[in-house]
């Protein structure tokens, strides 16, 4: 098993252009996650999902979109990149949502 | 204010005990985890207690649970240099599918 997988690593995006951070998981789990991580102030949860076809909204969801099209991808999407956005970004899953959350390797986005 | 609430920094010498606390609100949850993030990674899970437990002991490991006051510790005994990372403490209270993390505790461990 793979685990969860988030591409890209890296990436540096112009104010205003879109992007979409990819995330992938191989262990069929029905939950998950997108957070935001900066310096100090922990993760902060932007959307969540509970299953194919269910998305909500986190905490943080200004600025962003996701979609969840199959149980494996839940794609975040940034339409119009702004400098708030500069973050590390983490994907997560969990099998019930009590259980323990596995973490992709993250995505540090930097907007100039 | 914060669900779950955790200091910021520790710093260490090799090979003594490090103890990071936390304090949480929801006494709900059925679990409580601590997770190890190390520099540019994800976080993993390094170890979780059953609510109904004061105590657990994993090698290095000792979570202590106080429930009546909402405070959790993690110690780690004869610190390494390897445990230098940031340990979040995290719950998911009951009836929620939402993990909540604190902001992270820095272990800084120096020779």
């Known amino acids: 098993n793979a685990g969860v997988t988030q591409t890209p690593k890296f990436r540096i995006l112009k104010i205003g252009q879109s992007m979409t951070l990819q995330c992938t998981q191989d262990?069929?789990?029905?939950?998950m996650y997108w957070y935001r991580q900066d310096p100090g102030m922990g993760l902060k949860l932007i959307y969540y999902?509970?299953?194919?076809?269910?998305?909500d909204k986190g905490e943080v969801p200004n600025g962003y979109n996701v979609s969840r099209s199959t149980t494996e991808d839940f794609p975040l999407r940034l339409e119009l990149a702004a400098p708030s956005q500069t973050s590390v970004y983490f994907c997560?899953?969990?099998?019930?949502?009590?259980?323990?959350?596995?973490f992709g390797q993250g995505t540090r986005l930097t907007v100039v | 204010g914060e669900d779950v609430e955790q200091s910021l920094f520790l710093s260490v010498r090799e090979g003594d005990s490090s103890v990071i606390n936390c304090t949480y609100t929801?006494?709900?949850?059925?679990?409580l985890y601590w997770y190890k993030q190390e520099p540019g990674a994800g976080l993993q899970l390094l170890t979780y207690?059953?609510?109904?437990?004061d105590m657990k002991q994993d090698q290095r490991l000792t979570v202590l649970l106080n429930k009546k006051d909402k405070h959790l510790s993690l110690r780690i005994a004869d610190t390494q240099t390897g445990d230098s990372a940031i340990y979040f403490c995290?719950?998911?209270?009951?009836?929620?599918?939402?993990?909540?993390f604190g902001r992270g505790t820095s272990l800084i461990v120096h020779p």
């Open positions: 999902s509970v299953g194919a076809g269910i998305t």
């Open positions: 929801d006494s709900s949850s059925t679990y």
């Open positions: 997560a899953s969990t099998t019930t949502g009590q259980g323990e959350a596995f």
């Open positions: 207690i059953f609510s109904n437990m």
């Open positions: 995290a719950e998911t209270p009951g009836g929620s599918y939402i993990p909540t």
């Open positions: 262990m069929n789990h029905n939950y």
